[in-house]
């Protein structure tokens, strides 16, 4: 049974900074990964989307990257800036028409 | 292009009730799917459905049932309501393919007392 966990939970960082965050999944055979943001109170958006065979997935400021071997992907925020403040999560897809959520990691950036 | 589209956005039911949710996706997209999200449980499938037809579902009790039409429109139902069942319900559409990304729409916040 897929299990995807989000490190850290919450982060808090000053404005410019660049900055990580972490996903972790327990079974590496999956099809794909996205990455969301959460905006309070609104759905999903979707940011990027790696397939399985992809190391690396970039969107302007965003790099999301995937190691399917050690069960992680990251993303990569550069300059960050208050904008970016809302809860990211990401989703494995494993050809089961569902996705399995992780917990989110809520992003604070302090002007 | 239009997003995906959830109605209503808020609801206030009480226990016992049922109710109905709706969600339209993007024009051309077949695949629609339903999750709960709750602060205790996160994000939690619910069921997936294309072409008419449920190719998957979540751990949830009878009590939630889902169908789609054939314009890929599709409705949730949540009968008995339970305090429990307190959530943001989301929508998601996708082209078909493992390369299509999920499009949310911005949810249904049901509350029940």
């Known amino acids: 049974k897929q299990e995807v966990t989000q490190i850290p939970a919450a982060l808090s960082v000053p404005e410019g900074e660049n900055l990580v965050l972490n996903c972790s999944f327990t079974d590496s055979a999956i099809y794909n990964l996205q990455w969301f943001r959460q905006d309070p109170g609104k759905g999903l958006t979707s940011l990027l989307l790696?397939?399985?065979?992809?190391r690396e997935q970039t969107s302007g400021r965003l790099n999301a990257s995937l190691d399917k071997s050690s069960g992680r992907s990251t993303l990569y925020i550069a300059a960050s800036q208050p904008g970016d403040s809302a809860t990211y999560l990401c989703a494995t897809y494993s050809g089961t028409y569902k996705y399995i959520f992780g917990t989110g990691t809520r992003l604070k950036v302090l002007a | 292009k239009a997003g995906v589209t959830q109605t209503p956005r808020y609801l206030i039911k009480t226990r016992g009730q049922q109710v109905t949710l709706s969600c339209s996706p993007i024009s051309g997209h077949r695949s629609v799917s339903w999750y709960q999200q709750t602060p205790g449980q996160g994000l939690q499938f619910l069921f997936e459905?294309?072409?008419?037809?449920?190719?998957n579902k979540g751990n949830f009790p009878g009590r939630f049932s889902g169908r789609q039409f054939s314009n890929s429109r599709s409705e949730m139902n949540v009968s008995t309501l339970e305090l429990g069942d307190s959530a943001l319900y989301l929508c998601?559409?996708?082209?078909?393919?493992?390369?299509?990304?999920?499009?949310f729409g911005n949810g249904t916040r049901l509350t029940v007392t």
């Open positions: 459905y294309f072409s008419e037809t449920q190719r």
């Open positions: 790696i397939q399985s065979s992809q």
């Open positions: 998601a559409s996708s082209r078909p393919g493992q390369d299509s990304p999920l499009h």
